[in-house]
């Protein structure tokens, strides 16, 4: 942790106006999740502009919005391995994967709509949080296998192909849907934003929204 | 500096819950995969049983949305440029020229004048999506050619469009095959300007990237030059199913 960035965090020589802001994602993490979403923000765009008749017909240029598609889905994955070499991503990659009893408490209340704050106790990541991320990586992985036996159309036989393109559409129109969920969310949320933003919270949202979070 | 080392002004921190607990994130993530996996496997069956079902629905749909979802039956407008000119029976012309005695310039209703063949077939994407049973309707190539009168050192003919950059070529014995069309009608409607209208080529038997749209040029050359998207890789003799990489049952 570099010096400047330790700010919002109690100084060691004692409380400041800062204490009320907490740690939420070190600079490489929300490097990780810039890059990330840009990415997929790429990828969706174009695929809308190859896949809607509408959008296709305005935008024309295959060869050049494929070629975009192509590698902005192939350089995803890239940021999460990159983010692999910093320790505090490690840590939140294991905090997402570990599910507690907690969290079927919470899932239980979200399918019960049951929004009171006692009913949905959550560690730095809510049991929410920790289904998208797994299931968003999983999707990802899916379509860029999909999307590579597309690609290269020497590698597989035709009837790959074609399964290969029914699988990738279909799950692009269930990530689509997800993924304006979590774009949703994160836009009624304005601090969990500023968390990803500057990489601090104040204490206050972080009791309400993670009161098992020990930062 | 480490915020994990405690301070003595601070009291003992909790044991965080999440330190333990079952990995169902991992789970979760390689479940997608078998999931994925499952649909590649399974996507034959499901595909015939939803493009049925969405073929039904969008007769009974007024919005046109089932279009949008995949296997809605609906194509997918692919053009090469930023904007494609609209031709219409007034200024649409064909000509045929390179090595040919005649050289022809056609116009929509000359082509329309002559007799007319209908084909069905399942329209074939390389990249995999296809339009099951698809009447296309023109004229033979073979006929045009014919009336040109195409020299004993002709090999191949090149096809161009009026979008300026897309192009095409066969060899001289498949353009004569009776199961390619300069079409006219698509689905048994004249042919919009989104699916190559007025006129496009129809190449029954191959990958429908060589049925080139807004064909404006046929010209007669000795030796096939490969097309737009064959100089980006793909397959000259582009027969469904025998090429772009393997030898499965054509359709």
Redesign the interface.
């Known amino acids: ?1 570099r010096p400047h960035e ?1 700010t919002a ?1 109690p100084s ?1 020589t004692g409380e400041r106006v800062s204490s009320s802001r907490v ?1 939420r994602f070190t600079r490489a993490e929300r490097w990780v999740h810039r890059v990330t979403a840009l990415l997929m923000g790429l990828c969706v765009l174009t695929a809308a502009c ?4 509408q959008l ?2 305005l ?5 050049l919005v494929v070629t975009l598609h192509e590698w902005s889905g192939l350089l995803l994955p890239l940021p999460v391995l990159l983010g692999l070499g910093s320790r505090a991503f490690r840590a939140d990659l ?10 079927r408490v919470w899932l239980r209340s979200a399918l019960r709509r049951d929004a009171r704050p006692a009913s949905r106790p959550a ?3 809510n049991a929410g949080q ?2 998208y ?3 968003i ?3 990802t ?2 379509m860029l ?2 999307g590579l036996v ?1 690609w290269f ?15 990738h ?3 692009a ?1 269930t990530i689509g849907i997800v993924l304006a969920g979590h774009i949703g969310m994160a836009l009624s949320d304005p601090e969990s934003r500023r968390g990803l933003r500057t990489g601090a919270v104040s204490r206050e949202w972080a009791e309400r929204e993670h009161p ?4 | ?3 994990q080392q405690p ?1 003595p002004s601070e009291p003992e ?14 789970r ?6 078998g ?2 996996a499952l ?3 399974a ?2 069956t ?2 015939r049983g939803l493009e049925s079902f969405l073929g039904g629905a969008a007769d009974k749909d007024p919005t046109g949305l089932t279009g ?4 809605g039956g ?11 000119p609209h031709k219409n029976a007034d200024d649409y012309r064909l000509t045929i020229d390179g090595l040919v005695d005649h050289p022809t310039t056609y116009t929509l209703s000359d082509l329309r004048a002559l007799p007319q063949t209908r084909l069905v077939r399942d329209v ?1 994407c ?5 339009v099951p049973h698809t009447p296309f309707e023109g004229v033979r190539l073979s006929r045009l050619l014919d009336a040109a009168g195409v020299r004993s050192s002709a090999g191949a003919v090149r096809f161009k469009c009026f979008d300026g950059t897309y192009t095409e070529s066969l060899t001289l014995s498949q353009a004569r095959r009776a199961d390619v069309l300069v079409a006219l009608r698509m689905q048994d409607k004249d042919l919009s300007h ?1 699916h190559g209208g007025p006129v496009r080529l129809y190449v029954a038997p191959m990958y429908f990237y060589k049925s080139a749209k807004w064909l404006s040029g046929i010209t007669v050359t000795s030796d096939v030059r490969p097309g737009y998207w064959e100089d ?3 397959d000259v003799d582009a027969w ?2 025998r090429s ?5 049952e054509a359709t």
């Not at chain 1, 036989?157 to 029914?166: D, E, H, K, Y």
């Not at chain 2, 772009?244 to 499965?248: E, H, K, L, V």
């Open positions: 942790m330790t965090e060691k740690r190859l896949y809607v008749p296709a017909e935008v024309g240029r295959r060869a294991g905090r997402l994967n570990r599910f507690g009893p907690h969290d560690g730095k990541f920790k289904t991320a797994a299931w990586a999983g999707a992985l899916v296998g999909t597309m159309t020497h590698l597989t036989p035709l009837v790959w192909r074609t399964s290969a393109t029914f699988v559409d279909w799950l129109l098992l979070w020990r930062p | 500096m480490n915020s301070t921190r909790e044991r965080e819950p999440e330190e333990g607990g079952s990995p169902v994130g991992r979760l993530l390689l479940g997608m995969l999931l994925g649909g590649v496997a996507a034959p499901l595909q949008l979802l995949p296997n609906g194509f997918r407008y692919y053009s090469v440029t930023s904007s494609v074939q390389v990249t995999g999506w296809r989104s980006r890789g793909y469904v199913g772009n990489g393997r030898d499965d």
